[in-house]
């Protein structure tokens, strides 16, 4: 069975990762991973089971794994996606400013020259069209 792992955060764009890696497995009749690092705390946050919950209702085989505490979140996605042989990574990227724009966040670089697999990036929605 195909994999779709997502990179989340609780922000914007990893709420954008999340819709986007969901709607990715539907499409591919995928299971999806779902990765978080944790920054400061020992234990789960609430917005991890807000997270599960919305899995749950997505009615998709999921997982998901909290990184341990200080593991740099991209080498562990990057370590995710290796381990169940993902076929897409789905990360959020923030909208920058014009000279921001020349910088890729150190993170999403690192992901996309080291993912074993296609990473799609994806964007928060705004109210333009």
């Known amino acids: 069975m195909a994999t779709v792992v997502i990179g989340y955060v609780p922000k914007p764009e990893g709420d954008a990762a999340l819709q986007a890696g969901i709607e990715e497995a539907r499409r591919r ?3 999806l ?3 978080h690092a944790l920054i400061d705390r020992d234990e789960e946050p609430a917005y991890v089971g ?41 990360i959020g990227l923030r909208r920058r400013s014009p000279v921001g724009k020349l910088i890729l966040g150190s993170n999403a670089q690192r992901v996309l020259l080291d993912a074993p697999c296609p990473v799609l990036t994806v964007k928060p929605r705004t109210g333009r069209h």
């Open 29 to 31: 009749g995928a299971r």
């Open 33 to 35: 991973v779902v990765v």
């Open 50 to 90: 807000e997270v599960r919950e919305v899995l749950g209702e997505s009615g998709l085989d999921h997982d998901v794994r909290v990184l341990d505490r200080g593991q740099e979140a991209s080498d562990g996605l990057v370590d995710v996606a290796e381990e169940v042989a993902a076929d897409l990574i789905v």
